[in-house]
């Protein structure tokens, strides 16, 4: 098992650290077919993720953003790429937010793209081909109050 860790600062405040991390959430989902789950807390929210292959979180704050990742055995041996690709996507979503990259698109790598459909096609026992994912079974879901907003809301604040 491979650990990743990725800090970013920011002088955004809660609010808008929670959009920012909410579009990273529905990234995950849309590109790495990823259970997201938003828990929202007073000072701070959490963004659990997990798939087969990987789980983590992000802590989202106020004035900064930490995220945990445990790969699993295939994914483990690309941590390096992984690790740099997480980093650049939130350096992307931190630098539209501030304006500073308004043109500024986030794309992920076909490398890490490939890599996704490779642990898929690794769990489904098909080589070669990635499997389908249904959109519509993901959803950032934001646990508030112990209630879930319906897939591809944003939390009620």
Not at 38 to 48: A, K
Not at 112 to 124: C, T
Request: charged share 30%; glycine share 10%; aromatic share 4%.
């Amino acid at each position: 098992m491979a650990d990743i860790h990725v800090h970013r600062t920011h002088a955004f405040g809660l609010t808008r650290a929670r959009a920012i991390a909410l579009s990273w959430a529905e990234e995950l989902e849309e590109r790495y077919a990823m259970d997201c789950t938003i828990h929202e807390g007073d000072d701070s929210d959490t963004v659990t993720f997990v798939r087969e292959g990987v789980n983590g979180s992000l802590e989202v704050r106020g004035d900064s953003f930490e995220l945990q990742a445990r790969l699993g055995f295939l994914l483990s041996a690309f941590r390096k790429q992984i690790e740099h690709e997480v980093g650049r996507v939130l350096d992307a979503l931190l630098a539209k937010e501030a304006g500073t990259g308004a043109k500024t698109k986030v794309k992920t790598t076909s490398k890490l793209e490939a890599l996704a459909g490779l642990e898929r096609s690794a769990k489904d026992g098909k080589a070669g081909k990635s499997a389908k994912v249904d959109p519509g079974e993901s959803g950032a879901k934001a646990i508030k109050s112990g209630k879930s907003a319906p897939a591809g809301k944003a939390p009620k604040r």
